[in-house]
């Protein structure tokens, strides 16, 4: 997994009423609307998912508009993303099992197809609880399960502003856990 540090400028609308009030300080107010715009789009084409706010800059200049009651001011501040990449190795929690292959979540990554043909010697077993089964019957894919896997191909859906990776199970060391 890339993990990137993005610095972002943003500019920040505040009404003054909020900033006014005894609930938050005014560092509160802007961490949490610095997160809210952070995390709102949750993932990028070139730098992948947003995990986590890391810094933030000192406040250089405020603006008070006196009409709309509101003080403006720009932001300086940085992220960590992490995005994913072809041939690494990951670990997912199976979301749902179709009949034609497994569905995967990593982290923030919901969108993971793992292939019955990417699955060597496991068959599929409808069920009141679906599951993939190995033929020798020593290991099994059911809901839930811990999936060791290989990224084979990460394509970008730009309709969806989302990833879609397909996973594979071949080869040492991978599969359930």
Wanted: contains cysteine; aromatic residues 10%.
């Amino acid at each position: 997994m890339v993990f990137l540090e993005i610095e972002r400028y943003a500019h920040m609308v505040i009404p003054f009423s909020v900033i006014d009030s005894v609930t938050h300080t005014h560092e509160e107010i802007i961490f949490l609307d610095l997160y809210h715009k952070c995390t709102s789009k949750k993932t990028s084409k070139e730098n992948g998912y947003c995990v986590a706010l890391s810094s933030r800059s000192p406040i250089s200049t405020m603006h008070f508009d006196h009409n709309s009651h509101q003080i403006l001011l720009q932001v300086t501040f940085s992220y960590t993303a992490m995005k994913p990449c072809r041939g690494e190795i990951l670990i997912g929690t199976i979301t749902e099992i179709k009949q034609n292959g497994i569905i995967l979540k990593c982290g923030p990554m919901k969108n993971i197809f793992l292939s019955k043909i990417r699955m060597e010697d496991y068959e599929f077993r409808p069920s009141n609880e679906p599951m993939f089964l190995k033929v020798n019957g020593l290991s099994y894919m059911k809901k839930g399960t811990k999936v060791r896997f290989r990224v084979l191909i990460v394509k970008w859906i730009q309709s969806e502003e989302e990833f879609n990776i397909l996973a594979s199970i071949l080869g040492d060391y991978l599969g359930p856990i």
